[in-house]
């Protein structure tokens, strides 16, 4: 992710308010992010180090669809910004077919194994996606077409992006979604499947099931941060490449402050690691000769390491029951 | 007891590192084919497997496995043996290198270097890295399991921004600097008395720079494998293995859970340190961006595909891991060949190679071969990623499974147990 020039604004109050939607928005980002290793987490009791290459591969999908293939703009013709979202959806349900192939072919048959098994599963896994990925786009640089591209507007004398307003409403849509999902029947599933796999198979819960909507889910979700993290303010405004993978490890503190298995905890642990990260970068640059270049970048592991030695499960995550 | 060879009458037989006559033989062997493989003699060149090896080429790249199983010995201490996932490994190889460099480098306008001989820089390196691993024993041990590895992701993402910060050790930016080489000097004199990384005379031989590295290396990593092996046997090596098998048992046992973890990092740093520093030496220059994640997955993979928890899988594994990037370049170096020979599997060959733009296929051999036919480079890269998922999926026991099966197949041959 490259880092973006500061633009000053005019005032205190007006810069403030600038770096709190620049919080939001990257925080929102981060929340997203972090809900989708929750889904997987919760259905699998794994942390899928493979999210990043999904993001990575839906932002490819994004531009694929919409520029390359003109989906659906070739038959709707209708106006632009439309065909974007549609075609983001598009892109989006492609990483989530994504997600159910890898995980009907390698994480099914380790029903059963040691969560560390598939882990390491899952990072054979992002070596694989974003080699392709990366290698796949590498020297050609691709566009996403965003509608807003790189607008802005006021709010008194402070500039904020469209894109932050798009991501932050993005996330809370999401998050809505989450927690209504979390009440239906396969919510309940998957919450009985994340407390005890046999238990879950014994009162007839589909845990194979549970296992594939949780990944599909949980790659949409990755797939729509990453078309989001490499938008304008944040991205090249195309697909972002092997720096671009890295933006998802700057989200797994998040998931662990906030607690590797609460959705609320993706939520509030996104937040507080979005803000740490834009108010460091905003009110600490004085020090920036001190704190090295690019010091914001890892805010997030201080945050993490500090809020681990405080509460090693996260903020609203379950502490493990340890059996002999 | 002749003719018996699993009847073990006392504990020490039991607990022997090569219990078998057979056993001492192969090691016996192993070792001296190992002394005698850099060089192009007549019998040796003769075998099959190891004849390559004078040619220097191959003999580097086997440098650089030797260096690499220092550092993958030390992972096996941490996940193999106490079973706590690191991802955090190519951290402390860093460390280990920016204090090789900063003791033994040379100082310069905007560079700090004390210029000390390596038998201060090599040991210091392993110290220091250890000093570290202690130093965030009290994190780390607090968090088990997969919070573990996120919490040592994070070592290496903070490492490398304090490369960034100090480049007055690790260098500038993207090229790093000169590491000290590998020579024994007794103190800061000009002419080193052991010289490593040169081509020179031994005695009446005449020895290339790799053929020195190589006899200096091969006695660190069996000095320092001899000594992982040993530590299985003892109070600390079982301690571990009962924390990795169930941590609270192991307490209720006695196990003091927090010590031995402590040791266990500062152990796996030592060796990461070594290797890091060994490593930076042996390429020379090397960009603070080589102590990255995909570093850290380079060592977990080798752990992996060679056998979790095995000291001769770790030699697999790197072996494996190493070797596998010239073996692929060569299978794809012969495809192209074949493809172009026009003989009678040619067009097969063809359908997998692409040799520029226009021509199909999923592998470019062509010379600026970036995007979408994939470059051998990247090929490689897939193929260790795909090799751990099957591994894993299929063979978790690794290579040194795969040849426990062979070998207790044949032991009870014709027989089928």
């Not at chain 1, 609320?264 to 460091?280: K, P, Q, S, Y």
């Not at chain 2, 460099?101 to 040991?123: F, I, Q």
């Amino acid at each position: 992710m490259t880092v973006l020039p500061v633009v000053f604004a005019a005032n205190a109050v007006d810069t403030f308010v600038q770096t709190f939607f620049r919080g939001a928005a990257l925080g929102s980002l981060y929340a997203l992010l972090a809900l989708s290793f929750v889904l997987v987490f919760k259905a699998t009791q794994t942390v899928n180090f493979a999210q990043g290459a999904m993001a990575l591969a839906g932002t490819w999908f994004l531009s694929m669809v919409f520029i390359d293939w003109e989906i659906p703009g070739r038959w709707l013709g209708g106006p632009m910004w439309l065909n974007w979202v549609l075609a983001v959806v598009v892109a989006a349900l492609m990483t989530g077919v994504l997600g159910l192939v890898v995980e009907r072919f390698t994480i099914r048959p380790l029903i059963g194994q040691p969560h560390f098994t598939m882990a390491m599963v899952t990072l054979g896994l992002e070596v694989v996606i974003q080699v392709v990925s990366v290698d796949a786009v590498f020297l050609t640089p691709r566009v996403l077409g965003v509608p807003w591209g790189a607008d802005t507007f006021r709010i008194g004398g402070a500039y904020v992006a469209w894109s932050y307003v798009a991501a932050i409403g993005m996330a809370a849509v999401t998050f809505i979604w989450a927690w209504q999902f979390f009440k239906t029947r396969a919510g309940v599933a998957m919450r009985a499947t994340a407390f005890d796999q046999e238990a879950a198979l014994a009162q007839g819960i589909n845990v194979g099931r549970v296992f594939a909507i949780a990944w599909a889910a949980g790659a949409a979700i990755a797939a729509l941060s990453g078309i989001f993290a490499s938008m304008s303010p944040w991205g090249p405004a195309g697909v972002a490449s092997r720096e671009g993978a890295f933006f998802v490890f700057r989200a797994l503190p998040a998931v662990v402050l906030g607690g590797l298995d609460s959705a609320t905890g993706a939520l509030v642990g996104g937040l507080i690691i979005g803000f740490a990260e834009v108010f460091a970068g905003q009110y600490l640059a004085d020090h920036a000769n001190l704190l090295g270049y690019g010091y914001q970048q890892v805010v997030p592991y201080v945050v993490m390491l500090i809020g681990l030695l405080i509460r090693p499960y996260g903020i609203f995550g379950t502490k493990e029951v340890r059996r002999v | 007891m002749r003719g018996r060879p699993n009847l073990y009458t006392s504990y020490e037989a039991e607990s022997q590192l090569f219990p078998t006559t057979t056993h001492k033989v192969a090691l016996g062997l192993g070792l001296l084919v190992l002394v005698l493989m850099p060089f192009d003699l007549p019998v040796i060149n003769q075998l099959p497997f190891v004849r390559f090896l004078g040619d220097s080429i191959w003999l580097r790249l086997v440098n650089k496995m030797l260096i690499f199983t220092i550092g993958a010995l030390g992972l096996h201490l941490l996940s193999g043996l106490a079973g706590q996932l690191s991802l955090g490994h190519a951290f402390f190889g860093g460390v280990g290198a920016s204090t090789a460099v900063l003791m033994g480098g040379k100082a310069s306008a905007n560079l700090w270097g004390w210029g000390l001989p390596m038998w201060v820089w090599l040991p210091a390196a392993g110290m220091v890295a250890a000093l570290i691993g202690i130093a965030i024993a009290p994190t780390a041990v607090r968090v088990r399991g997969l919070y573990l590895g996120i919490v040592t992701l994070g070592l290496v993402f903070i490492g490398l921004h304090l490369s960034r910060m100090f480049p007055e050790i690790a260098g500038p930016g993207d090229l790093g600097r000169k590491w000290p080489r590998m020579e024994l000097r007794l103190w800061k004199e000009e002419e080193p008395f052991l010289d490593f990384s040169r081509d020179g005379h031994w005695l009446w031989f005449d020895a290339s720079k790799h053929q020195k590295t190589y006899f200096f290396l091969l006695v660190i990593v069996v000095l320092m494998a001899w000594w992982v092996a040993n530590l299985g046997r003892t109070r600390t090596g079982r301690a571990l293995a009962a924390i990795r098998d169930r941590d609270i048992a192991a307490e209720i046992m006695g196990v003091h859970e927090y010590r031995y973890k402590t040791t266990a990092f500062a152990l796996s740093s030592f060796y990461a340190g070594v290797s890091g520093a060994l490593f930076a030496s042996f390429v020379g220059q090397v960009p603070p961006e080589q102590w990255s994640l995909r570093a850290s997955v380079t060592f977990l993979a080798a752990l992996l595909i060679g056998g979790m928890g095995r000291v001769s899988g770790v030699f697999m594994g790197s072996f494996f891991v190493i070797m596998s990037t010239r073996f692929v370049e060569e299978v794809v170096d012969w495809a192209k060949h074949q493809a172009e020979a026009d003989g009678l599997f040619s067009g097969f060959f063809d359908f997998f190679i692409s040799r520029g733009t226009g021509d199909g296929g999923l592998i470019s051999v062509a010379e600026t071969a970036m995007g979408y036919p994939l470059p051998a480079s990247a090929l490689d890269e897939i193929i260790y990623g795909v090799l751990i998922i099957v591994f894993l999926l299929f063979e978790p026991l690794g290579l040194s499974g795969i040849w426990m099966k062979v070998r207790n197949y044949w032991k009870g041959w014709p027989f089928s147990y």
